[in-house]
């Protein structure tokens, strides 16, 4: 029988609450920590639903594990609507985005999320009584948000006309070409924000063609983000690489199916890039060849597990960070400068796992390299579905909003960090968490 629980209240302003039926097997776990406190602002928090599908030889383990997952995830999202509330007051106040964080996370090893699963999160998010409003991101899309929707009205995402991963992969580019600008690898050509992607017929298309020339960047990850992403900066002018398992595993054709049935906002010349990326020996054929490539001179990392650059790849003897092993990549002649991506939580946000964030952030100093946090850099999923709260949903408005609040937010980070008198990703790292206001 499923038991609802919570909430736990600890001491950073943080509550727990659990949704935990032990009589099935396997059993039913998912949890949702929340932020409470900016809750006299009257809004609640906003955060996606995430599927960690990992299995566990305990089910205490599991719990702990995704507990953990979510806590992190939490404060990722308490960050990012922090600054995303910022950069909206400093642009002209939509009011659409003053959103609290949450995040929410369902455990299941089986090989789909099941519609009673997915309604039991449902119950847990109703429980909470509209202090939480869920959504998508990883594991959970369209089709199983609307088997969540049947267990809770307190949910948002299913109203926008384009999958969300567009907006965000917009506001990712405008991160990077800031980001560029500021550390003087492109010229600032005085271009609005607003205008680096516009409207024109047939969709969502680039203004100005060679505006990221002198750019060499690897994208790691070409999902619902990632391919869209990859599609704009092409355009831009840079010069692309690319490495996702996904994609090495089931080619680039039946890749691009893939993410059509998951909604991606894609087309035929999505792939068409994808083929022509292939056919120049742009895709890396494993992790350890794409960080040790001296190749390219800005990672834009838009997938893989949270806490990225501070973990050791998967399946490798190399026992070091994933920043470590890029730091050295930079010292053996490597090119790499800048690291602006999407991808959740790169670095641990929580104080506990300080020490693994401060190697990475040490790693990157010493390397030169350049880190710009990740929530500074991907709020246009919360963007995309805040649209939902306007007089009607606008896939341009969507892109102009995430290009240039991002962009607002990446200069006030670059200024913050230029304060302390040394620009490095540990100043950045110290500046972004004092402009959010969050400890």
Not at 413 to 426: D, E, I, K, P, V
Request: aromatic fraction near 8%; hydrophobic fraction near 40%.
């Amino acid at each position: 029988m499923l038991e609802l629980r919570g909430p736990v209240i600890e001491q950073d302003k943080f509550h727990l609450y659990e949704a935990v039926d032990t009589s099935v097997d396997p059993p039913i776990y998912s949890c949702v920590y929340l932020y409470t406190g900016n809750m006299e602002t009257g809004w609640p928090a906003l955060g996606g639903t995430r599927w960690v599908r990992r299995p566990f030889s305990e089910f205490e383990q599991a719990a702990e594990h995704v507990r953990g997952t979510a806590r992190e995830l939490a404060i990722s999202m308490t960050i990012k609507n922090s600054i995303l509330r910022s950069a909206d007051r400093q642009e002209g106040a939509r009011g659409l985005f003053q959103w609290n964080g949450g995040k929410g996370v369902i455990w299941s090893p089986e090989e789909t999320l099941t519609p009673y699963r997915l309604m039991c999160h449902g119950r847990l998010i109703e429980y909470i009584g509209g202090h939480y409003i869920g959504s998508k991101d990883q594991g959970v899309g369209t089709s199983q948000l609307r088997w969540i929707e049947k267990a809770t009205k307190f949910t948002i995402g299913l109203g926008c006309g384009k999958d969300t991963g567009e907006g965000t992969a917009a506001g990712t580019v405008a991160g990077i070409w800031r980001s560029a600008i500021e550390e003087e690898m492109i010229e600032d050509t005085g271009l609005s924000p607003a205008e680096l992607l516009v409207n024109a017929p047939g969709g969502l298309n680039v203004l100005r063609n060679n505006l990221l020339s002198g750019l060499s960047i690897l994208v790691v990850g070409a999902g619902k983000v990632g391919l869209p992403l990859l599609k704009y900066l092409s355009d831009l002018g840079a010069e692309l690489y690319v490495f996702d398992p996904q994609l090495n595993k089931l080619g680039v054709y039946e890749f691009y199916i893939w993410l059509k049935r998951l909604g991606a906002a894609i087309g035929t010349e999505h792939r068409d890039l994808l083929e022509a990326l292939g056919n120049g020996g742009r895709l890396f054929a494993s992790e350890e060849e794409a960080l040790t490539s001296g190749a390219y001179n800005v990672l834009s990392p838009n997938g893989g597990p949270t806490e990225w650059l501070s973990l050791s790849m998967r399946d490798s003897g190399d026992t070091r960070c994933r920043a470590e092993i890029l730091a050295e990549t930079r010292r053996k002649d490597g090119k790499l400068r800048l690291i602006a991506g999407a991808g959740n939580d790169q670095l641990p946000a929580t104080a506990g796992k300080q020490a693994a964030r401060d190697v990475a952030l040490g790693a990157l100093d010493e390397a030169g390299i350049t880190f710009v946090p990740d929530p500074i850099i991907s709020p246009g999923g919360v963007i995309a579905v805040s649209h939902e709260l306007a007089e009607s949903w606008d896939a341009a408005e969507v892109v102009r909003d995430c290009t240039r609040l991002v962009n607002r937010s990446v200069k006030d980070c670059y200024s913050a960090a230029r304060q302390s008198g040394t620009l490095n990703s540990s100043a950045m790292y110290a500046a972004f968490k004092r402009l959010s206001g969050v400890e």
